[in-house]
């Protein structure tokens, strides 16, 4: 009896603690708020716990961009922060067109997120 519920309880532990693959793509943006001279040229920031980050293209000149970046990450663990910034490529500063973060959780989702200088982004992850 004891010996079943030590088992269960490593099994409760291994699989909260076992690593994950996040994958997180299909990035596009809608109705983003132009620059001084026209749509923006935007690109996302990614930021993944402390240590992992990535940067997709710029798509210039438009204000619904669709980009073909994909990100994946190996160690991931359920409930990690996921952070995506959107900015507008600019000489010298970006400014930053808004951001969204997600707690991640298993499976695979489609995410729909407002930016706080109008328009919005979607995405995809899966954590598996
Ligand atoms: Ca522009």
């Not at 996040?22 to 996302?44: E, M, T």
């Amino acid at each position: 009896m004891i010996s079943r519920s030590i088992f269960l309880l490593l099994l409760l532990c291994s699989s909260s603690l076992a690593s994950l693959t996040l994958k997180v793509f299909n990035f596009r943006g809608y109705g983003l708020r132009d620059d001084p001279v026209g749509p923006a040229d935007a690109y996302i920031r990614l930021r993944f716990s402390t240590i992992h980050t990535g940067l997709t293209r710029v798509q210039p000149n438009t204000a619904n961009p669709v980009w073909k970046d994909r990100f994946e990450y190996g160690s991931a663990k359920l409930g990690q922060q996921v952070i995506l910034q959107v900015f507008d490529q600019a000489s010298g500063y970006d400014p930053q067109l808004g951001y969204c973060s997600v707690y991640v959780k298993s499976g695979s989702h489609s995410v729909s997120c407002k930016l706080s200088t109008g328009g919005r982004l979607d995405y995809m992850y899966s954590l598996m």
